[in-house]
């Protein structure tokens, strides 16, 4: 009795469909993966975004405390009681802190896009060290946005206010604002510099924003969805920003994604003052 089986050729013929069919089709999934998280991050942000504008409503029209004095880096612990001795009262004011009570998600400020966890201060939460609450950060609120009174952005369709500030990078266990505000007279914002420890966005004078910061700590790609990244505005909608865009505050990405330069239009050499204009709450687009 003879028996049928598939021969070399035909085996062979087999695997080689097979593997086309996944060339053709994983590149496929790969993007519904990453159309899919652009999905979720969107509505993070659009969730973060509509925060502000709820407790714009319940604050006098301002926006949260994103520098209560801290050398220009809020570095105030989100969730505030993470570490209940290092000044409470005042963690609880930070913008991280401020909005949960309208986001009521911790899980929320975390990117779907973010893919590496930043660990910048020795004997804080770090991989030897690990973030007792599991809480990271991806969105950082606008720094000029800063205690801004919401009925003084000049277009807040366009003006931003949450953003992923440093990329596909998270920080677990801290809440941030960028950009880091240089002031003309008082540099670096520091504890005792205005009246509060409360400084607000100005453009012109002698408090003016004369220059802005980074962490240098290392950059993840900018490029988290494609070619850009979500950012909320401050009339509560969220929308997706592609690098290069005029309304986008990095402007210019190297070609492995990292910053560039921040963009900045206007600079005024006489008064000193230089601030990043997609990130002033008179920004309008166009």
Partial sequence: ??????????????????AILAAILFPVFAQAKMAA????DLS???????AFT?????NDDLFPIAYPGDNGTTLFTTPWDRTPTANPSLRQTVWGNSVQGYVKNWALYKSPGATTDWFPFPGNPGP????????AQSFMMNSYMNSWPASNVDSPADAISVWPGQGTQDTPGYSFAY????TKSKSWLAPGQFAGDNYVFQNSGTDCVSGFGVFTG???SFKMFGEGYNMGRADGHAKFSRAGSGDNPWYSL???????YYWVNTTDGAAGCNYDWPLSPHYTRG
Avoid at 4 to 12: G, N, P
Avoid at 44 to 50: A, G, H, I, R
Avoid at 179 to 182: A, Q, S, V
């Fill in 218 to 220: 290392g950059y993840a």
């Fill in 128 to 135: 030897a060290n690990p973030n007792p609450t599991g809480f």
């Fill in 254 to 260: 190297n070609k492995d994604g990292t910053p560039q």
């Fill in 1 to 18: 009795m003879s028996r049928k089986a598939f021969t070399l050729i035909e085996l062979l013929v087999v695997i080689a469909i097979i």
């Fill in 179 to 182: 950009p880091l505000i240089l």
């Fill in 54 to 58: 709820m407790y714009n409503g319940d």
């Fill in 37 to 40: 998280k652009k999905t979720s």
């Fill in 44 to 50: 993070n942000v659009k969730q973060m975004s509509l």
